[in-house]
């Protein structure tokens, strides 16, 4: 008889379990630790600190893992990102005593941990190879229009009108060195075109996302941001 839908929803993990309430930072880029995070309930913004600015560059939801080395490293390493609760989150914390103890007391559930982490292991890296394949391209539209449709298939939320991203500009810069004008100015050509349409001041909507794929080859010859004429 099946006791629960997800391994994180197991009993024997009650004692690592943890809450937070909005805003709250679980931890800081660069900060030293030795554990796992699960989520379990909630979304987690990953947060990353470049050149003084600060950048959400990802949404985490439910079986989402954070500092997966702790698994197979015990030694203590530098968090890459910083995480923040969007809303209430749950989550489990798991540092080596924990995971000895799993390994010595619940090895099925903990081989369902790792399974689970190479899961997630093989799609970032399949993210992480499509972000190089894409950026390849020297033209500045062509990389911003990628990024967009990395954004959509990854980071979106789905709309009445389509699929809804969040395009600030401290995200953005995360993964292209452009300034605020010639994002800008970029954006504003997209919107003329109705190939996005803009909610709020950072949230825009994809109608189609397949028009704006088909359309690259045209806009790079239209949309030049100024710097790079």
């Given amino acids: 008889m099946k006791l ?17 309430n909005s805003g709250v930072v679980l931890f800081d880029q660069g900060f030293p630790a030795t554990s796992l995070l699960i ?11 470049k050149n003084g600015q600060v950048s959400v560059i990802n949404y985490l939801g439910a079986g989402n893992m954070l500092g997966e080395r702790a698994l197979v490293d015990s030694s203590v390493y530098a968090r890459v990102f910083g995480a923040r609760a969007l809303g209430e989150v749950s989550y489990l914390e798991l540092d080596q005593a924990a995971i000895k103890d799993l390994h010595k007391n619940s090895p099925v559930l903990l081989i369902e941990i790792l399974e689970a982490t190479l899961r997630i292991a093989n799609e970032r ?13 020297t033209h500045p539209t062509e990389r911003f229009i990628h990024l967009i449709l990395y954004f959509a298939d990854y980071h979106s939320q789905l709309f009445p009108e389509g699929k809804a991203i ?6 953005v810069n995360y993964y292209l060195d452009i300034n605020s004008y010639q994002m800008k100015e970029m954006l504003e050509r997209l919107l003329k075109k109705k190939l ?6 950072t949230v825009f909507v994809i109608p ?3 028009a704006l794929k088909e359309k690259i080859p045209k806009l790079k010859k239209e949309i030049v941001p100024l710097d790079f004429r």
């Fill in 125 to 137: 890296i399949n993210r992480m190879n499509r972000l190089v394949q894409k950026f390849r391209s």
């Fill in 39 to 49: 989520i379990t309930h909630g979304i987690v913004e990953l947060i990353s600190k």
């Fill in 4 to 20: 629960h839908d997800f391994f994180w929803d197991s009993p024997t993990l009650d004692a690592y379990r943890k809450k937070a």
């Fill in 208 to 210: 189609n996302e397949e």
């Fill in 166 to 171: 969040v395009l600030s500009f401290e995200t």
């Fill in 196 to 201: 996005l349409i803009r909610k709020t001041d």
